[in-house]
């Protein structure tokens, strides 16, 4: 019993072993160290949170879950710790990083120039939030060494630990090391040692270095670069695909970074009289502030620099008064030119993006404009031409052929059935037809507008295609016969299997909305489908016997817009479904007018 207890013993922990080999993707764990093995699931866990995340913009990238399944696996066969750049943990990362940089360049101003004002427990918390962030970009440049990077073609994402060390080094590492340099620690170990001695002559070096460490803290500013990296990775993650999103980030970056040029400039106003130990001729001691509170003189800095940056006034009643201010006052107007022409060319840039098909549109407009004055049109047709691509396009323009034929077949024959299947439903040559047979013939359908008082079709006319009515009402007349159209009708697809003549005039009494099948294009479509040939062939024939037994006994049926419409409201029960009315009879007068819808 023993030896049984231990052979399952054995086969159990063989069972479990080759378990948890597989489930930890190739990550070797013993089962019987329980220490090792909640670290190395613990590890694997981690190392899930580095693979990329499925989502639509690594849907768009590898192009299908296969593709994305296929780079998970690279990833885990590479067995290295690196962050995939499509990775959640990334996304997340990026996101805060905005936000504490942005944070960041809004603090390292103020407290350049008001510092010695903060006192107590501000004061405490401003340093410690200082030094978590010097201490999150010092990390943040080893976790650079381990980010993956997306390739300029996004085909693959680089993972090989030495390619994305040589790129860092080569790009971003000195701007970020040089930002990141622990100037919070200097400014602390001086300022300890300026609180123990005040007076020697020691004391006053290591005011001078105090000092010093302050202006050397102005290169933290370079993170700027970061604010603007992390951003544009934020734009690029959050939808590749939406115009509008793109925009909505564009102009978030935009206002803020003019606020952060304001925001610097009005510290710098202060700052430099700060520097020269408020001379009596600076402007903090002529707007009477060396008493106020930090709000207040952040206020008249900020109000300065605008009035510099804007060019209305010097933003004092006194001009500067030595050359120091002289210089700020230049770069505050310069910087304040440059952030106006970045704005112009932004908004610009933006706007031209906005709403293109209504400029295309009305750049089509003109030309049509510049046509008609050239041929010297009428001024009544010129007004028509001017409604008809008011209805057709609607203010934008758009080549819906062209548009139509970028897709697949299996989405164009989806919009097709949207617009117009059931058009083709109320047709009874249509009705209970393959999917297929529908499908190629929705493909052949065009699009066509009339507008009121168009003649669609002319008596006596060769019948070249056949209507379906999407929108609209059309007016259908003989010399004896009159009959009105709307929504979801049709009209003239005799013509599409006798070639024949026109019968009737139909005259359009509103802007209609149309879907033509052409002759040539609907045979076509039959030579795939013989069977439906044949069966159409009978059809035909049975409504042109129909048409011509109503042709010899109807004369004149009066017509109102609203009892037509009513009547042709369900056209199905035309054509062959009528041959029950005219065995019980002489045809009643609603299945007249609907006979002589064709």
Request: with cysteine.
């Amino acid at each position: 019993m023993k030896t049984d207890e231990k052979q399952s013993s054995t086969v159990s922990h063989r069972r479990a072993n080759d378990t948890m080999e597989n489930a930890g993707n190739d990550i070797e764990v013993e089962i019987e160290d329980k220490p090792y093995s909640r670290c190395g699931r613990v590890k694997s866990h981690l190392f899930e949170l580095f693979l990329p995340k499925f989502n639509k913009q690594s849907s768009y990238i590898f192009g299908s879950e296969i593709a994305f399944n296929a780079e998970c696996d690279r990833q885990r066969q590479a067995g290295v710790f690196v962050i995939h750049p499509l990775s959640s943990i990334r996304h997340n990362y990026v996101l805060v990083m905005v936000i504490l940089t942005f944070l960041n360049l809004l603090s390292i101003p103020m407290e350049i120039a008001y510092s010695e004002e903060v006192v107590g427990a501000a004061r405490t918390l401003w340093k410690l939030f200082n030094v978590f962030s010097d201490l999150l970009f010092l990390l943040d440049i080893y976790l650079n060494f381990r980010m993956g990077i997306l390739s300029d073609s996004n085909e693959i994402a680089i993972i090989d630990v030495k390619v994305i060390a040589k790129n860092y080094l080569k790009t971003w590492f000195i701007p970020d090391a040089i930002a990141s340099f622990p100037v919070d620690f200097i400014i602390a170990i001086a300022e300890h040692w300026n609180d123990k001695d005040t007076k020697s002559l020691q004391g006053a070096k290591i005011m001078r270095i105090l000092m010093f460490a302050r202006i050397l803290s102005l290169v933290r500013l370079l993170r700027v670069s970061r604010l603007v990296r992390f951003f544009s990775e934020l734009e690029q993650m959050s939808n590749a695909n939406l115009e509008g999103v793109r925009i909505f980030l564009r102009v978030i970056g935009l206002f803020m970074m003019m606020f952060i040029l304001c925001h610097w400039n009005g510290c710098i106003q202060y700052f430099v009289p700060l520097l020269a130990n408020f001379p009596p001729d600076c402007w903090v001691k002529h707007e009477d502030l060396m008493n106020s509170t930090s709000t207040e003189k952040y206020t008249f800095g900020i109000f300065r620099a605008l009035s510099h940056m804007i060019g209305i006034s010097y933003g004092s009643e006194n001009p500067p008064t030595n050359e120091v201010e002289l210089w700020i006052v230049m770069t505050s107007m310069v910087s304040g030119a440059l952030m106006y022409a970045i704005m112009v060319a932004n908004a610009a840039a933006m706007m031209s993006n906005v709403d293109a098909p209504s400029k295309v549109y009305k750049n089509k407009l003109n030309h049509l404009d510049d046509y008609m004055t050239y041929r010297k049109l009428p001024r009544d047709l010129r007004k028509r031409m001017h409604d008809y691509y008011q209805a057709r396009y609607g203010g934008k323009w758009f080549d819906e052929r062209e548009i139509l034929s970028l897709l697949s077949k299996s989405l164009k024959e989806e919009i097709l059935n949207v617009l117009c299947a059931s058009m083709l439903e109320c047709t009874p040559m249509f009705q209970d037809r393959d999917s297929s047979f529908i499908n190629a013939i929705l493909l052949e359908l065009h699009y066509e507008v009339f507008l009121k008082g168009d003649v669609i079709v002319h008596q006596n006319a060769p019948g070249d295609r056949m209507f379906f009515i999407e929108h609209g009402q059309v007016l259908v007349a003989t010399d004896t016969f009159k009959i009105e159209l709307c929504d979801g009708n049709y009209f003239g697809e005799i013509c599409l299997l006798t070639r024949g003549k026109r019968v009737a005039s139909v005259t359009a009494l509103s802007t209609c909305h149309l879907f033509s099948l052409s002759v040539d294009s609907f045979n076509k479509v039959l030579e795939c489908f013989p069977d439906v040939h044949q069966d159409i062939m009978s059809t035909a024939l049975a409504r042109q016997a129909d048409l011509e037994n109503a042709e010899n006994e109807c004369y004149t049926v009066p017509c109102t817009e609203t009892e037509s419409c009513e009547t042709v409201e369900n056209p199905t029960t035309s054509g062959l479904n009528d041959h029950a009315e005219e065995e019980l009879g002489e045809p009643s007068l609603g299945t007249w007018r609907l006979n002589w819808m064709k």
